[in-house]
């Protein structure tokens, strides 16, 4: 069974600009996850979708952030502007519904 | 106060030591406990899952969650270089959609 993909798997960028993010979740999983993890810190859950929609998107910085998950399958991130702050590792995870969390190998963004 | 704590090490030890790995928690609701292993430039893989109070062995890998204390434990035996990793603790209320939240993670090195 193939993993959860992610791509890109780096991406530098300076500040002020856009960046996105794809997640390509386990065949079948129906929940979404998209975490930020700082360095030297947990993952913290931005958003969770339950096939298409939006089921906690509480610590989603709104005005900056964005994210959508067309036909319940892949599901992109996007930042704009970015800030010094937003440089991390952007993970993606799915489950069958709200169970065991699979991850993927996560998208290191670093702004300058 | 974070509602999860966990001390970020790092931890070294030689080969074949007992490893204690250990985190706290202030959120009395939360019934499901998890460790991941995070190996460098990788995402979380799920190591142990464990509900409610109570011990889980699996291999070398031993779960204790002590919820009157609000305490929870994760111990290697005859730990090996190859375990060498960042341990994050994980821990969710009970409902469908109720959020993980990690700890920050403990470095491990185990050293031949």
């Known amino acids: 069974e193939a993993g959860v993909a992610q791509s890109p798997r780096y991406k530098i960028i300076e500040k002020r600009q856009s960046v996105a993010f794809w997640c390509n979740p386990i065949?079948?999983?129906?929940?979404l996850y998209w975490y930020q993890q700082i360095l030297g810190q947990g993952p913290k859950l931005l958003i969770q979708f339950q096939n298409n929609g939006v089921v906690d998107d509480s610590q989603l910085p709104k005005d900056r952030f964005s994210a959508e998950r067309l036909k319940g399958v892949d599901s992109t991130l996007k930042i704009q502007p970015a800030k010094l702050e937003d440089s991390a590792v952007y993970l993606c995870?799915?489950?069958?519904?709200?169970?065991?969390?699979?991850f993927g190998p996560g998208t290191r963004l670093t702004v300058l | 106060q974070k509602e999860v704590e966990q001390d970020p090490g790092p931890l070294s030890v030689p080969e074949g030591a007992i490893v204690s790995l250990n985190c706290t928690y202030s959120n009395s609701a939360f019934q499901y406990f998890m460790w991941y292993r995070q190996y460098s430039r990788k995402g979380p893989e799920l190591l142990m899952y464990t509900y409610s109070s109570g011990n889980k062995e699996d291999g070398r890998f031993t779960a204790q969650v002590d919820k009157s204390s609000k305490y929870i434990s994760l111990f290697i035996r005859d730990s090996q270089p190859s375990d060498s990793a960042t341990y994050l603790c994980?821990?969710?209320?009970?409902?469908?959609?109720?959020?993980?939240?990690f700890g920050a993670g403990t470095r491990l090195a185990v050293h031949p």
């Open positions: 065949s079948g999983h129906a929940t």
């Open positions: 995870a799915s489950s069958r519904m709200a169970d065991t969390q699979y």
């Open positions: 994980a821990m969710r209320a009970s409902g469908g959609y109720n959020k993980l939240i």
